[in-house]
C-alpha cells in the first residue's frame, strides 16, 4: 500500500523567515496530495492541495510543489508567523478512485518571534 | 467550508462499557465518512472508511467486532467501541468527504477524547 514519509518532524524558524516541509509517497498511482495544519487540541484543518496535473499551486504565503517523477511534495510557507505555529501533516490519495488519505508522520512547526 | 461535527468533545468511561461517537456532516452530504485514531503528538491513523448504506471497510489490524460503525444517512456516521479498555484510551477523529465538490477533500470533525479507566 501506499507509504508517506515527511521531514523534518520539528522545525523552528525565525518569525518573517521561509519554512519548507517535504514529503515522499510510494504509490505512483497517487494523484492527490493535501496539507492539513493542526493546532494543539484542536480538528486538523485543509491549507492547501494540489494534484497530480499541476506541478504548483499558491495561495498567498503558502505554496505547494509536486514532483511525480521523483514522487515528493513540498509545502513552502513564506513571512512565516507566529500564528503559523502547529503541526502540519502531508497526505497522498486518489488511488484507483478510492477516496482515503495515508498521511505522513507531521511536521512540528515553531516560529520564534 | 464544509463543516462536520463530532459528539462528545470528551468522554471518560469505565472499563468494558461500550461509547459512541457521533459524527456528522452539517452542511453537506457525506456519501463517504472516515475515522481515524490519533495519539498524542503522532500522526492520524486510518482505522475505517464508512460508506452510507452499506458495510464500513477496516484497516488491517483494526478489529471490526471492536470498532463498529454504521453510516445510516448521509449526514451521520457512529462509531461505537465495544467492551472498551484503557488502550483504547485515544483521540478519535472523523472526517466527511464532500461528494459535490472536489473529489477527494476531506473536511475533519472536532474530534473526541475517550478516556477509559
Known amino acids: 500500500g501506499e507509504n508517506v514519509e515527511q521531514h523534518p518532524s520539528t522545525l523552528s524558524v525565525q518569525e518573517g523567515d521561509s519554512a519548507v516541509i517535504k514529503c515522499t509517497y510510494s504509490?505512483?498511482?497517487?494523484?492527490?496530495f493535501p496539507w492539513y495544519k493542526q493546532e494543539l487540541g484542536k480538528r486538523p484543518q485543509l491549507i492547501i492541495d494540489?494534484?497530480?496535473?499541476?506541478g504548483e499551486k499558491k495561495d498567498q504565503r503558502i505554496a505547494v510543489t509536486l514532483n511525480k517523477t521523483a514522487k515528493h511534495f513540498s509545502l513552502h510557507i513564506t513571512e512565516t508567523q507566529p500564528e503559523d505555529s502547529a503541526v502540519y501533516f502531508c497526505?497522498?490519495?486518489?488511488?484507483?478512485?478510492?477516496?482515503?488519505?495515508?498521511f505522513g508522520q507531521g511536521t512540528r512547526l515553531t516560529i520564534n518571534p | 467550508g464544509a463543516v462536520v461535527s463530532q459528539h462528545p468533545s470528551r468522554v471518560i468511561c469505565k472499563s468494558g462499557t461500550s461509547v459512541k461517537i457521533e459524527c456528522r456532516s452539517l452542511?453537506?452530504?457525506?456519501?463517504?465518512m472516515f475515522w481515524y485514531r490519533q495519539f498524542p503528538k503522532k500522526s492520524l491513523m486510518l482505522m475505517a472508511t464508512?460508506?452510507?448504506?452499506?458495510?464500513?471497510?477496516?484497516e488491517q489490524g483494526v478489529e471490526k467486532d471492536k470498532f463498529l460503525i454504521n453510516h445510516a444517512s448521509l449526514t451521520l456516521s457512529t462509531l461505537t467501541v465495544t467492551s472498551a479498555h484503557p488502550e483504547d484510551s485515544s483521540f478519535y477523529i472523523c472526517?466527511?468527504?464532500?461528494?459535490?465538490?472536489?473529489?477527494?477533500?476531506?473536511?475533519f470533525g472536532p474530534g473526541t477524547r475517550l478516556t477509559v479507566l
Open positions: 504509490d505512483s498511482a497517487s494523484n492527490y
Open positions: 464508512s460508506n452510507e448504506g452499506s458495510k464500513a471497510t477496516y
Open positions: 494540489i494534484r497530480s496535473n499541476v
Open positions: 452542511d453537506f452530504q457525506a456519501t463517504t
Open positions: 497526505a497522498a490519495g486518489g488511488i484507483q478512485g478510492a477516496q482515503k488519505l495515508v
Open positions: 472526517s466527511a468527504r464532500d461528494g459535490s465538490g472536489s473529489f477527494d477533500t476531506q473536511y
